[in-house]
């Protein structure tokens, strides 16, 4: 069974790929609005063992997502919209007719813990998701707390860690930070993400 597992190329989302790898042929998926490259994001799959595949996003998305980011003064609703727009996206599947090693596509997954406030995949639009486009949706990580996750990522990953601004990865932030940096200035930028940690894998213990 295929599954396509949207992924960032940190530790949450390459935690749930090798949970599911027992029970699917898992690619890992980039979604990307052609803003940044998604290179980071293939080197980590590539790391430990997965093929890696980067599928297109609607840019009106992002550009709806900067705007909601700006007028709200926080990120969260933006990211959420996009992180939506991003399973449905894939999910849909038109991209798997150009992707080598994928018959039909059997179920979308992503990393979303517990723990996390955005993104979230709601129990009404899994079930949305699950009818329109005959897929199961995976959360592998969805009952795990953060201190399970970090523990186990511990045991398996070699992760890179530091300032989200200077981890290298192709998941929504970097797109969407480089976007509302074009349309209102690096100072908005800082305003509007707080200061955080992120991971980036480099390969497996």
């Known amino acids: 069974m295929d599954c396509a597992l949207l992924y960032s190329g940190g530790k949450d989302s390459t935690l749930a790929a090798l949970l599911l790898d027992p ?7 980039s979604g990307s609005f052609g803003v940044r490259d998604t290179e980071p994001a293939r080197e980590s799959a590539s790391a430990v063992g997965f093929d890696h595949v980067t599928v297109d996003l609607d840019p009106d998305v992002a550009h709806e997502a900067i705007k909601e980011m700006h ?30 090693g994928i018959d039909s596509l059997a179920a979308v997954a992503d990393g979303t813990r517990r723990d996390d406030r955005v993104p979230t995949i709601e129990r009404p639009l899994a079930q949305s998701v699950e009818d329109r486009f005959d897929v199961d ?11 399970a996750i970090d523990a186990m990522a511990a045991d398996r990953l070699v992760v890179e860690s530091g300032p989200s601004a200077e981890i290298p990865k192709a998941d929504y932030e970097v797109e969407l930070r480089q976007l509302l940096r074009e349309r209102y200035g690096e100072d908005v ?7 955080h940690t992120q991971s980036r894998v480099r390969g497996l213990r």
């Not at 926080?74 to 992707?99: F, K, L």
């Not at 949706?137 to 201190?147: D, F, S, V």
């Not at 930028?189 to 200061?195: L, Q, R, T």
């Open 23 to 29: 029970f699917y042929d898992v690619t890992l998926v």
């Open 71 to 100: 007028d709200d003064g926080y990120p969260r609703n933006g990211i959420q919209r996009v992180h939506e727009h991003a399973v449905e996206t894939v999910a849909r599947g038109d991209w798997v007719t150009e992707t080598d």
């Open 137 to 147: 949706y995976l959360a592998p990580l969805a009952g795990i707390g953060r201190g």
């Open 189 to 195: 930028v800082a305003d509007i993400f707080p200061a």
